[in-house]
């Protein structure tokens, strides 16, 4: 199973960006699938996560202005962040818990971790 992240940039404050994230290999189910961020000199932190059949939940820095979706039939994660600040400036990580194929229990899985630099 792997985690495939994409999108990231660099934005002036108050600009836009879009995340996606998609899940390949051997899974029989996905049980959430989120993000998290890494700020220089700070611990990891999560942003958002989203259980399959369940709504978003977001941290509370980033409540109405990110956005997160998950399209099932793709086995992807998307974000989209709007208004962004220059605190928002970090690595961003998505993650899965997916079951595999012949597994009774699932994993937690993350993707290669992509740079998103806001620009004050």
């Known amino acids: 199973v792997q985690l495939q992240a994409s999108g990231g940039g660099l934005v002036q404050a108050g600009g836009s960006l879009r995340l996606s994230c998609a899940a390949s290999?051997?899974?029989?189910?996905?049980?959430?699938m989120g993000w998290s961020r890494q700020a220089p000199g700070k611990q990891r932190e999560l942003v958002t996560f989203i259980p399959t059949g369940g709504a978003p939940i977001y941290q509370g820095s980033v409540k109405g202005r990110f956005t997160a979706s998950r399209d099932n039939a793709k086995n992807t994660v998307l974000l989209q962040m709007n208004s962004l600040k220059s605190e928002d400036t970090a690595v961003y990580y998505c993650y899965a818990n997916i079951r595999p194929n012949n597994s009774s229990v699932g994993y937690d899985y993350w993707g290669q971790g992509t740079q998103v630099t806001v620009s004050s």
């Open positions: 290999g051997s899974i029989f189910a996905i049980n959430v």
